[in-house]
């Protein structure tokens, strides 16, 4: 019998007395009684522990995904810095090419001779004829035999043109003969260029005093090069060898390699 | 006898693992209420007093910890928990469909509770956390219940089985 209505009993007895929890709490709130306070008291270390362990995963987790922003972020920096590299860069070419300008600009204002401004397009390092191209040609006024120059002194001749373009056989060629004269002594020869060597100063009598360090300028002579353009400077004069001429070295003076801006002198009369 | 010793810090080990793990699932937005879910399964896998007295500790350890009124969850789950028991022997509750159903309508259930009682006890709309917090939260206990359901029905056997021994 008992056993029958046992479920109804214990229901309406966990009903009851839940409702009269409840009952109390709400007419006393804010009260928090022994038990709340006992379970306090057990649960507190328990979830404290617990979100500890969970805290230092978290923050495991955290610092990785931090990581993972850092190399994402790294990456990206990256990237910025090699477009700012390349920005840099090219301002600094921008800085230079304006100073090699300006140093053009300076030379055509100090010639005597129409000039013509010219881009160097083309270089033939590697073969053994030493000649450049420029982006100037018969339509702007360049001609066969006229002179170019660079702020550092004489690059060569025109030795071809075409409408818009010419090529200049540089000093240091084997087949370029410049007449000039050792600016010191006053000794004059012809500069032969050496191909990938220095160029030679031939023809200077054994009885001319020439002293390494002085400077090659052209003589005038010839007609081709106006007078004084400078070409280079003495590495080496000796008269071991035997004959009527000593032997001089000379050092150009315009590094080819980094040759970018010339002036064509328009030397020749209309 | 052993059953009655275990069932206080088996709940509140759940509670404790409900309030600090389980909450961490959705970045504490919302809540996932294993315990409810436990209550509705005792109520159609255990006997009145051994589930009438499951629930009661549980809703009771809820309310100390987490709720402001006493006694609310305790009341909520006991009822829930004789509810499902006047249910069990009607229906067959291991219908995935219908446990999902089932345990979605008693978290609204609760939710709706707790609405009355802020309504009527301290004239407060809390219509917005019902929507906000209790209806995903619904959601949440309902699609996780069958999962939760075949996790007690094996815990439920090695009890038995441990209590037979």
Redesign the interface.
Known sequence: MFKKY??VI??FI??A??????????RR?GSP?I??KL??E??AP??QG??AG?DSV?GAWRRYLFLVGLEQENRELRKKIAALQSEVNYYREMSLEGTRLKKILALEDSTVYPTIAARVVGNEGSSPFRTILINRGTRDGVKDGLPVISPDGVVGRVIETSWNYAKILLVTDYNSNIDALVQGSRAQGILQGGGHRLSRLKYVQRTEEVKVGEAVVTSGLGGMFPKGLMLGTVARADKKDPGLFQTIEVVPSVDFSKIEEVLVLQTEKE | MAYYIVIPFFALLLVVLQRTLLDLVFGGRIGIEVSLILVVWAGFHLDMLRGGVLAFVLGFLLDCLSGTILGLTTFVYVVIFVLSSLLSPRIYGERMLFIMAYVFLCALLEGLFLFAVYWFVYDTDVSDSLLRTTLPQALVAGVLSPAVFTLFNRLGVDVYAGEAR
């Open positions: 046992l479920a214990v229901a966990l009903i007395v839940s409702l009269v929890i409840l009952s109390q709490s709400l709130p009684g038990m709340k379970v306090f057990v649960t328990l979830e617990i979100h969970v978290g």
